[in-house]
């Protein structure tokens, strides 16, 4: 995902950047597997 600001003459630049991870987990916190889709 990335962010991306413009100003009010029309220029566009990148001002941010993320990474993002996902990870499943149990009742007790701890991470899981992810079933597959079939």
Known sequence: MKKVASE???QRYKATEALF???A???DGKP???PTLA
């Open 8 to 10: 009010p003459i029309g």
């Open 25 to 27: 987990v149990d009742k």
């Open 21 to 23: 991870i996902y990870v």
């Open 32 to 34: 899981r597997p992810i």
